[in-house]
């Protein structure tokens, strides 16, 4: 079917976790997320993302911004990547310059997205790491 092709497909049994220090961003990714089945959990910053990820053993992707107080993502990537080396982290950042995917695939992410997010985009990069029904 024609119109179908734009969906998510449906992942009801993930838990994304969308560490973000805007609320209004939180809750915008979460909306774009529901259609699909997909839960979240949210995070306002790196160090409660570690925490998530240390209580929370579903949560199965982390979008995490860059820019976040107390712990910024490249930080909280790592000690995520401590406790568990399996989870697929998303790098979201609003300052995409030319040559910013390299150095955040480089650094351990694995792969990125570029702030405004778009549903599209997200819908992308879930379908690329999520396996659906």
Known sequence: MEHDK???KTLKNNLVLLAEDHRNNQYVLSKMLEPAGVRSVTASNGMEAVEVIKSNKSV??????????LM???Q????????????????????ALQGDREKII???????LAKPITLDDLKSVINKYLPGE
Do not use: C, H, N, W
């Open 76 to 95: 909280a990537m790592k000690e995520i990547r401590k406790i568990r080396p399996d989870i697929v982290i998303i790098a979201q950042t609003a300052y």
């Open 106 to 112: 480089e650094a351990g992410f694995d792969d990125y």
């Open 6 to 8: 734009g969906k998510i």
């Open 72 to 74: 910024d993502g490249y």
């Open 60 to 69: 199965s992707v982390a979008l995490l911004d860059l820019k976040m107080p």
